[in-house]
């Protein structure tokens, strides 16, 4: 009798047997974990057809710490909160939402911002290639953004955060858009975004990567630099990575990236050497595995996934993703 | 096959871009916040039919800071959280629920709780015109309440919240009754309130109010009056509003206000003026905007909107409200 | 249009008016409280079917204090939140969790683990017999439990919880297993369970019960056993319970516990009574009311109810009880 078809429930639970080491003599921890393939979460969204092409949408997701039950980040709906009009023009959304950077990262990253880059027992705190890499955040409060609809294989997405400090437009704001094209096998994105702190101090993020889907396997590349306005980063990365389908059901995941950090002179790079597989039991149901590996120079600590500068963090999964 | 008739989900995602300055050289902050129309929320509810015109009932109702994907107050389900019975004899409901005066406010004032008097980036803080004049709560927790069925337009609701502190019935205590009058265009209510803080003092509060719908526009008068029983606060005020629907899809509504400090001899008079419109887009989803602008004498801060007695506050609110 | 058949939406709302009092010139305290007869919630669960009797399962389920709409222990879904597979094999699930002492004490108590045993606008907290018998956990996070399907009347679960401390194993991690037997009107079971704290010193409880229903009645025993590695605790318990069909709208409950602290050598009981009833409306809304009283002797004070050690505690509590 009572309608609900203005809103649809979805979600991910995603667990892994975890054994992590943060390197330089930590040990190696032992943990079961949430959201290493993809965040563990649960949503609410819908649509609604205002007439002529326009349509009311809104998103309220939860991102669930499963191995808890806490709310990821401490927040109720800390995924996303957003509400919007979408039309012939376009999408316009606000509320907290994805960075631009974040479309790029996960049409860029072989391992779907999952997998590669936590440490052991943290939640769905993994980022996967470019959370080692990037320093830019992936979701935005109080923001407003503009994503384009595809214009023969082009798109675009701005988006303006506000600071809310009185009298201050500058303290606390983000700004962002990012480009993409995208035809048959090939994809090719970039990303600018800046975002100040309280003191108007910008972290500058800018993000270039391309795929190839040669068939037998999909290439990408990614290149990342972070500066800020007051010097207290100044780092750049690359990724190389491939995913090879060996089976209709198993995927094959692999990635190599150097994050170099510019402020010190030599002995200044850290290297990601990642891979992993899945095997699909059905559409929204695959097992998995990964193990990946940062070892860092004596002068950075590349993601922070080690415990100090100059040590090497291992990180291995095994575990169960479950879309619903 | 999984039935799911007995949850009905539903909820608001609201959200503004707001300039608003707390005077006193404060400096305008611009932001976006959730909840200006009305609160943003998911809630799930249901009826079971218990036979003989008995029903079970029940809300939980999650408030939602859109803007961050907070929890409004910090809690999951801090809008409404109860269980009830109802039949012939009315409906009494037991938990988290909304006070007498909620009721009242929300059929006198024609921001029907919202727009008008919240602070920029404060996000579901607004209280329409009766968050500015009345120092009395929406929701209470720990609470018993009796609401009467329409009795030939008369209705009455009366509450009581449990103190819960051991050996003392009168320590945090709250109870409330009101009553009111609904026949064609007229609307006349009242209420009556005390809610007792950790040493059993009182806040009294005693409103008044009526509405008459001339078709060309609706009418609304309101009085307020709050008095502690340690005599901290002594207030009463006053609002007159008019809601003007300009087309079958346009409203305009606008309200004046003034709030009297009788602790202070003279110069203690805050006034809030609020004008505001809505724009249908469909029976769920409109467009708003509105403006308000609290000026405090010396000896009085209207509901706390400004920086300080004696300043002057404005918020301007340009928002999309979206029920589903 | 959307389809949502693969998540279900259940839940609890129940909520009872209180007089409880913990002793020693304590006080009584008249309160609201949420979850006496079973914890108030909203859950979310899916089953989806991977061929040749294979089954991915989740369940997501928030516990709510639905006196104030806080979360239960301050997790959003801090009930349960896991992820398994089901099959031939059995289920095994992975997340936050009920340990095996759990269905052991579902299945033994009377009032099934409600009513009895919290302290007034507590909320959640009661535990039915075992929660004044037993110091062992009901959840456990970051844990793999396998449960086995049913053997002729006989089945088993065993759970593993890590600790999650790098380069100890041993550290904050949880074992347990409990073994039970069902066969018409019969059923026994048992529970080993160790629960290691940060320095690896073991709280131990073992549990053994078993219920009988003689048609007219069905009487319920249970012992409980618990100690510390480190000599903190040592407490064994027993229970002696009965639940009457009255009619087949109404159940009389009662039982008779004893606990007693072997770590003092006299005037080391406490002894608790109990007795409800539930009169059902429909088979998802009842309503209840229950007494429980304990009586600590001087060197000890039985589940914390009563304010100190030598003191007397009672509660009572009518309330309505509401699944969905």
Redesign the interface.
């Known amino acids: 009798?009572?309608a609900?078809?203005?809103?649809?429930?979805?979600?991910i639970?995603?667990?892994?047997?975890q054994a992590?080491?943060?390197g330089a003599g930590?040990?190696?921890?032992?943990?079961?974990?949430?959201g290493e393939q993809g965040g563990?979460r649960?949503g609410?969204k819908?649509t609604?057809d205002?007439?002529s092409g326009?349509k009311?949408i809104?998103a309220?997701e939860?991102g669930?710490y499963?191995?808890?039950?806490?709310?990821q980040g401490g927040?109720?709906?800390?995924?996303?909160?957003?509400?919007?009009?979408q039309g012939d023009f376009g999408t316009v959304k606000?509320?907290?939402q994805y960075t631009p950077q974040f479309y790029f990262f996960d049409a860029v990253d072989p391992f779907d911002l999952g997998f590669t880059s936590g440490v052991?027992?943290g939640s769905t705190s993994t980022g996967g290639v470019f959370g080692f890499l990037s320093a830019s955040s992936w979701r935005v409060?109080?923001?407003?953004s503009y994503q384009s609809n595809d214009m023969s294989g082009f798109s675009t997405m701005a988006l303006y955060g506000?600071g809310?400090?009185?009298?201050?437009?500058s303290a606390n704001r983000s700004v962002g858009i990012n480009g993409q094209y995208a035809a048959g096998p090939l994809y090719v994105g970039a990303v600018y975004y800046k975002q100040n702190d309280a003191a108007s101090n910008g972290l500058k993020s800018v993000l270039l990567g391309a795929t190839y889907d040669f068939g037998v396997a999909k290439g990408a590349f990614g290149y990342s630099k972070d500066t800020t306005d007051n010097n207290t980063l100044d780092q750049k990365g690359y990724m190389l990575g491939v995913t090879v389908p060996v089976t209709a059901a198993d995927n094959i995941l692999a990635t190599a990236a150097r994050l170099q950090n510019n402020l010190a002179s030599g002995a200044n790079n850290s290297t990601q050497l990642a891979v992993g597989f899945t095997h699909s039991?059905?559409k929204?149901?695959n097992l998995y595995g990964s193990y990946s590996r940062v070892r860092n120079d004596a002068n950075i600590n590349g993601g922070g996934l080690a415990v100090a500068n100059g040590a090497t963090a291992s990180l291995a999964n095994v575990?169960?993703h479950?879309a619903?």
């Open positions: 009798a009572q609900q078809s203005s809103v649809t429930i979805y979600g639970a995603d667990m892994a047997v992590g080491n943060r930590s040990g190696t921890k032992y943990a079961l974990d949430s563990s649960l609410f819908g609604e205002l007439g326009l009311a809104f309220l939860a669930i499963m191995d808890s039950g806490a709310s927040l109720t709906f800390g995924r996303q909160s957003w509400v919007g009009l606000m509320g907290r052991a027992g409060n109080n923001s407003v506000f809310e400090v009185a009298g201050n437009t039991l059905s929204r149901t575990g169960i479950h619903f």
